[in-house]
């Protein structure tokens, strides 16, 4: 069973609010959700939609086809009246003038009763989420003036829900961060606000400083200091970063860098999705020095990865860059699994305080002093390179792929981060292997073997050249000549992305 | 290198020029932190983050723990230092160019910031280490092989700037002054937030007309100062040679609360006398 639902309106109507409570009571109501996001760069007014994808089954996509378009506005009507089924249905604004802001959780109200729920769970979010006596009337309202349609039975499942922004600041958390410095920029911002908010009860503190120069060099400051630490950034802000991580690959002070990509070049579509920043995140900065890239595919993995961020940063003194983007950080998942365990962050290296510790941007003797010695700098650069190889080795030991779908199939799906959703989805009881790439540097060995034993592959990205393609070139020789790149600054949706891969399996 | 003790040295062979006013404010900036730990301050806690230029090889000649910075960037290096553990005495060694130029930004900030450590500003009024250009400070007309038609812009003045911007903590030396530039680099560590001390000296190789200022300068002095009145010393001295009084001393003296006062995390650090790396969680 699965059903999509459309929630739009105009910015400042509470789309994404309400979207968000209708998410939660389904899931009390023992659903799995999917809940994306999609809203232009506009505070007041536009078309800003969310589509709420629900099913008994796990999910992390959404559809094209629409079962219930919830209307706060004429336009999302006019918009959004093509993607609906034949059967669809719409619930619009009209039926409850007058009730202002509360419009949202009235319909809310309307669509729990054509699902076929009773209205206590909704009651009960409403409740806590929403300030205003008035509300829980008008879900009542709401509740009353619809009859059940899809008569959808209470399930037994324990679900919670996580977005990736929220899961990144958790992960963070279980990693003990002590300091976030960032400047605002979408979509990274989540997850600053996720940690400022608890920064006390966590004790850890985010800093916004005079913009993402300012950012990385105060991180490694702090980090030098004796600071568990992160930036988080966007494209723009990670440019003018780029001299900061170059510095990191100097003087080895650990980094973990959050980089959430979207759109460019330059503004590029700011409120949208696409990985097109995985290029920067594996050669941003100048000079030869080892980092690691992980993109992690959903907020479980961007738990369990942001933690993995700050051991190796710590163990190594590297520079670890967490890639991921507003399809990822926004949309809202259904968590299920079981905490893993959280590998301890321990600062063990001398610190400013204890004694002499000096650290340079300049190629540095073993007191830290600068140095033009030759034998010094090739001794230095060798060391950069082997601190890789140790890196790498200690990377086998974590999930740096991940295989889903049919295991024997011939036929290979490749995608990495926020594509992993719709594809999982998009394979289901079809004859394909998808193959996630997390760790895109170092990368895993195993990567050149699945693609050798496949008779058909398919390269799955949302940019315009297949980055993660060049670099399984780079890495192994092999070309990936079937692709479905999308660039529109949408994700996939997995009933389109199903059709896709099964036309290039004929061509 | 030195065993940590009361010298501060370390055993790096020194580069500066001969001449250079930079050997001179290295031996205040010793004497200094010599001085501090008579006075019981903790050798261990003192650090630096230095950026890049002439200026900033003192880095490798002073031995305390510190980053050396990348270019204009020593400012939010060195309020992340402090910010990760608010017990260390956090000193800032930049340039002109450095800090005027590439890292202005910083400058204005950290003056609203008002974090508790101390800018050294060397001015030469040009950039030496890339072969003399003209900085945010040097005079108009200045022609360098970068600018053969001559610098079209008037100095700015940073001791301006830093009373507008909010600092709580502003001064002039003369590099020459060994002593007095000592003694206001011990005001300034002491003062409790974002203290800017700018230090005048000559570049031996580069930019000469605005060398030998020592003759226009004279030492304002020891008061508490409006505002108002700190602004309008701040405009005697136009960094153009041979121009006005040049005012050194402290100009302005103020606290407000600092940074690391602010934040309730970092009062808790400096509470248990702890940085990050030190803290139980």
């Known amino acids: 069973m699965r059903l999509n639902i459309l929630i739009g309106g105009k910015a400042g109507q509470g789309i994404n609010k309400v979207s968000g409570i209708i998410a939660e009571t389904l899931v009390k109501n023992g659903y799995y959700i999917f809940n994306y996001r999609d809203y232009p760069s506009i505070i007041r007014g536009g078309n800003n939609f969310n589509i709420v994808s629900i099913s008994d089954r796990p999910i992390a996509s959404h559809e094209s086809a629409i079962d219930v378009v919830i209307a706060l506005d004429e336009d999302t009507i006019k918009i959004h009246k093509s993607s609906l089924k034949k059967d669809g249905l719409i619930l619009a604004y009209k039926d409850f003038s007058g009730l202002g802001l509360n419009t949202n959780v009235a319909l809310a109200g309307s669509l729990i009763k054509v699902l076929g729920f009773d209205n206590k769970v909704l009651a009960s979010v409403v409740k806590a989420k929403i300030k205003n006596k008035l509300s829980v009337d008008a879900l009542t309202e709401g509740y009353n003036k619809q009859t059940s349609k899809f008569n959808l039975k209470v399930l037994n499942n324990q679900i919670s829900i996580l977005s990736g922004s929220s899961a990144i600041a958790k992960g963070a958390i279980n990693s003990k961060i002590d300091m976030y410095f960032a400047y605002p920029m979408t979509p990274a911002t989540g997850v600053s606000e996720m940690l400022a908010k608890d920064q006390l009860k966590n004790n850890c503190l985010v800093f916004q400083p005079e913009g993402e120069i300012s950012a990385i060099n105060m991180a490694l400051g702090a980090s030098f200091s004796g600071a568990r630490t992160m930036v988080g950034t966007s494209g723009g802000g990670y440019d003018l970063m780029s001299e900061g991580l170059s510095l990191q690959g100097m003087s080895q002070i650990p980094l973990v860098v959050y980089l959430a990509s979207r759109p460019g070049p330059a503004t590029g579509l700011p409120t949208y999705s696409m990985q097109g920043d995985l290029e920067i995140a594996l050669r941003s900065g100048h000079g030869e020095f080892p980092r690691i890239v992980v993109a992690p595919g959903d907020p479980d993995e961007a738990m369990e990865k942001v933690n993995e961020a700050f051991y190796l940063s710590e163990k190594f003194g590297a520079l670890s860059i967490l890639l991921s983007d507003k399809h990822l950080a926004e949309s809202e998942f259904s968590l299920f699994s079981k905490n893993k365990k959280t590998l301890p962050v321990v600062v063990k290296r001398l610190i400013p305080g204890q004694g002499v510790v000096k650290v340079s941007g300049y190629e540095s003797d073993a007191d830290g002093l600068a140095t033009e010695d030759p034998k010094i700098a090739i001794k230095n650069a060798d060391n950069r390179l082997k601190k890789y190889q140790a890196i790498k080795k200690e990377c086998q030991k974590l999930e740096m792929i991940k295989i889903y779908g049919k295991a024997d199939s011939k036929n290979l799906v490749i995608g990495w981060g926020s594509t992993k959703g719709a594809i999982v989805d998009a394979i289901d009881g079809e004859d394909f292997k998808f193959l996630q790439v997390l760790y895109m540097m170092p990368m895993s060995n195993q990567i050149k073997s699945e693609i050798l034993a496949a008779k058909n592959v398919i390269l799955v990205e949302t940019n315009l050249t297949g980055q993660l393609g060049r670099l399984i070139r780079e890495k192994t020789g092999l070309k990936i000549e079937k692709r479905i790149l999308k660039y529109d600054g949408r994700p996939f949706k997995s009933d389109e992305l199903k059709q896709e891969l099964l036309n290039k399996l004929k061509s | ?281």
């Open chain 2, 1 to 281: 290198m030195d065993k940590p003790g009361v010298q501060f040295r370390t055993n790096q062979k020194i580069t500066w020029c001969p001449g250079c006013p930079d050997h001179i404010i290295l031996e205040s900036a010793r004497r200094t932190l010599i001085s501090l730990v008579e006075q019981g301050y903790n050798k261990n806690n003192f650090a630096m983050a230095a950026g890049i230029g002439c200026h900033g090889k003192i880095f490798d000649y002073l031995n305390i723990s510190g980053i050396y910075a990348l270019h204009g960037r020593a400012i939010p290096t060195a309020i992340g230092m402090k910010m990760g553990n608010p017990n260390l005495e956090l000193l800032v060694f930049a340039g002109d160019g450095d800090t005027y130029a590439e890292g202005m930004a910083h400058f204005i900030h950290a003056c609203r910031f008002n974090p508790d450590l101390t800018l050294f500003v060397n001015d030469n009024q040009s950039f030496s280490l890339t072969t003399g250009q003209a900085t945010p400070t040097s005079q108009p007309g200045f022609k360098s092989n970068l600018e053969p038609l001559g610098n079209f812009n008037s100095p700015l003045n940073p001791i301006h700037l830093a009373l507008s911007a909010g600092a709580s903590f502003v001064a002039r030396c003369n590099a020459n002054d060994i002593e007095h530039t000592r003694m206001v680099m011990e005001a300034a560590i002491k003062h409790k937030g974002f203290s800017f001390v700018e230090i005048l000296q000559d570049c031996v190789v580069f930019n000469l007309y605005v060398n030998n200022k020592d003759r226009l300068m004279y030492k304002l002095p020891e008061a508490k100062r409006t505002l108002k009145k700190a602004l309008a010393l701040s405009q005697e001295y136009d960094y153009i040679n041979n121009k006005g009084k040049i005012p050194l001393g402290i100009f302005y003296a103020q606290p407000r609360p600092s940074l690391d006062e602010e934040w309730p995390q970092l009062v808790n650090l400096k509470n248990k006398k702890v940085g990050w790396g030190g803290l139980k969680k």
